[in-house]
């Protein structure tokens, strides 16, 4: 089984900074859990939008909504992900998912099988 947990959502102004942090938890070392990674954003009324992954090489892809303030990274060791978000707008207001068990190649359209729960960014203008 895999389990996803992330944290570190909060309220920021328009112009600061969050780090989210996901854990995944797995039964097997298959890598396929773990392979391909990623960070995905829902705001109300909107669809789900992919912002950036990574794989267990630490190969990364990025959205262009997001390139140049978020950055991801991954302890594979730890099974852990994380997304530091720089220059935070209003617009980033969202649910922020992280996702493990994504295809290969990794990639943002890919199709990821593990979700978590979702941790809340609000950002305040």
């Known amino acids: 089984q895999v389990q996803v947990v992330e944290s570190g959502g909060g309220s920021v102004q328009s112009g600061g900074s969050l780090t989210l942090s996901c854990e995944v938890s797995?039964?097997?070392?298959?890598?396929?859990?773990?392979?391909?990674m990623g960070w995905f954003r829902q705001a109300p009324g909107k669809e789900r939008e992919g912002l950036a992954v990574?794989?267990?090489?630490?190969?990364?892809a990025y959205a262009d909504s997001v390139k140049g303030r978020f950055t991801i990274s991954r302890d594979n060791s730890e099974n852990t992900l994380y997304l530091q978000m720089n220059g935070l707008k209003p617009e980033d207001t969202a649910m922020y998912y992280c996702?493990?068990?994504?295809?290969?190649?990794?990639?943002?359209?890919?199709?990821?099988?593990?979700w978590g729960q979702g941790t809340q960014v609000t950002v305040s203008s």
């Open positions: 996702a493990a068990g994504g295809p290969w190649p990794c990639r943002i359209s890919g199709s990821f099988t593990y």
């Open positions: 797995v039964a097997s070392e298959d890598p396929v859990f773990t392979y391909c």
């Open positions: 990574i794989d267990s090489g630490h190969q990364f």
